[in-house]
T-cell receptor, first 111, second 114 residues
Framework: KQEVTQIPAALSVPEGENLVLNCSFT??????LQWFRQDPGKGLTSLLL?????REQTSGRLNASLDKSSGRSTLYIAASQPGDSATYLC??????????FGSGTRLQVQP | DVKVTQSSRYLVKRTGEKVFLECVQD?????MFWYRQDPGLGLRLIYF???????EKGDIPEGYSVSREKKERFSLILESASTNQTSMYLC?????????????FGDGTRLSIL
């Protein structure tokens, strides 16, 4: 059964710092990997989707990479801002259409 | 933009009640999903549907049922609510069968069973 791990569980950084969030998975037979943001008490906002054939995707200050062979994905946030404070979740799509989620990284960006 | 709308943000019910959670999407998506989110356990799939009147069990279907009579609407039903069903419930939708399109989520319903 697929296991998805996100490290660290929590992270606090000063504003302006570049940072990397990690996601690892045990079974590389995936269709795609999606990164989400979740604000407290709210639903999930899709940030980036990487297909299994791709190595990376970029959107503004966000860059996500995928290395299926090593079972890893990273989300890079450049020049972090207090508004980036949220929980970040990675999720994999395998054979079925639903997603398998990691437990998330709670990010706090200090002004 | 895709819009997934959950009928209630907060809901308080009593044990033993039959509870309905409603979800509507406006993008003609084939696939719809119900997850629950609990501290320390993350998001877990309850049920999903890939077509009208079609459904499949997820990882934790016990105590729940679903209904999809129209393509845009997917309902989650707690047949006899219990306190261990107190949770955040999230609905999602996506398009296609083998397409690699993202899942889009609603704002969630925080359900408390007293």
């Amino acid at each position: 059964k697929q296991e998805v791990t996100q490290i660290p569980a929590a992270l606090s950084v000063p504003e302006g710092e570049n940072l990397v969030l990690n996601c690892s998975f045990t079974d590389s037979a995936i269709y795609n990997l999606q990164w989400f943001r979740q604000d407290p008490g709210k639903g999930l906002t899709s940030l980036l989707l990487i297909q299994s054939s791709q190595r990376e995707q970029t959107s503004g200050r966000l860059n996500a990479s995928l290395d299926k062979s090593s079972g890893r994905s990273t989300l890079y946030i450049a020049a972090s801002q207090p508004g980036d404070s949220a929980t970040y979740l990675c999720a994999l799509r395998e054979g079925r259409r639903a997603l398998t989620f990691g437990s998330g990284t709670r990010l706090q960006v200090q002004p | 933009d895709v819009k997934v709308t959950q009928s209630s943000r907060y809901l308080v019910k009593r044990t033993g009640e039959k509870v309905f959670l409603e979800c509507v999407q406006d993008m003609d998506h084939e696939n719809m999903f119900w997850y629950r989110q609990d501290p320390g356990l993350g998001l877990r799939l309850i049920y999903f549907s890939y077509d009208v009147k079609m459904k499949e069990k997820g990882d934790i279907p016990e105590g729940y049922s679903v209904s999809r009579e129209k393509k845009e609407r997917f309902s989650l039903i707690l047949e006899s609510a219990s306190t261990n069903q107190t949770s955040m419930y999230l609905c999602a939708s996506s398009s296609g069968t083998y397409s690699n399109q993202p899942q889009h989520f609603g704002d969630g319903t925080r359900l408390s069973i007293l």
